[in-house]
């Protein structure tokens, strides 16, 4: 911001000062005998006060959209960061699936979608590996029932309200009702 107000005071000193000199050039310059060389030099300093003050305006306008790019830029890492975090949760869970660690598993692809929705990245990979998450999580809940192992395990009832966003965004239609009814089967613990 300090820069933009020097930049904005050095445009306004600029414009004065082109200001006086072209009026002491009317002034004291002879407009009646008027040679070339006299319009000339009234022109070119019209012509300089011009460009200096659009190069000070590209100066401003540049600088603001750095900033933004700054931003942006910021703001995409975080999700990237974010998202990656969720996708590593799923590939832990595969294996912990495999291990027949069901409850783990579980937990793990549930945070995994959390992350990934967190991340609020939406370009067709993240969407895919969000949409296997939530199958790989319908496999392990279908998987312990099969087998009477019951997956259970307390959470909060605004990380509850935060799995089933996650869950209604990525999950199919097929699969959706039964991982939503995990999810409100869990045990709550207020906050």
Known sequence: MR?????????????IISFTSICI?????????????????????????????????????????FEKVRKDTEKYVSCMGTTMAGVTLA?????????HDY???????????LYIYEGGLED???????????QDLF??????????SCISFSIQDSIQ???ILAVERYATDEIRR???????????ISE
């Open 25 to 65: 050039c009317i002034k004291y310059c002879d407009f009646r005998g008027s040679t070339t060389i006299s319009t000339v030099v009234a022109s070119l300093s019209i012509l300089v006060s011009v460009l200096i003050g659009f190069q000070i305006y590209n100066i401003i306008n540049l600088e603001r959209r």
């Open 178 to 188: 039964s991982i939503l009814d995990f999810i409100r089967s869990l045990k709550i």
């Open 91 to 99: 590939e832990v869970g595969t294996s912990e699936a495999i291990n």
């Open 124 to 134: 067709d990979n993240i969407l895919h590996i969000a949409n296997t998450t939530s």
């Open 103 to 113: 409850l783990l598993a579980a937990k793990l692809y549930l945070n995994a979608l």
């Open 161 to 163: 309200a935060k799995y």
């Open 139 to 148: 496999n392990v809940i279908c998987t312990a029932k099969k087998k009477c």
């Open 3 to 15: 820069t933009n107000n020097a930049a904005f005071t050095l445009g306004v000193i600029s414009l």
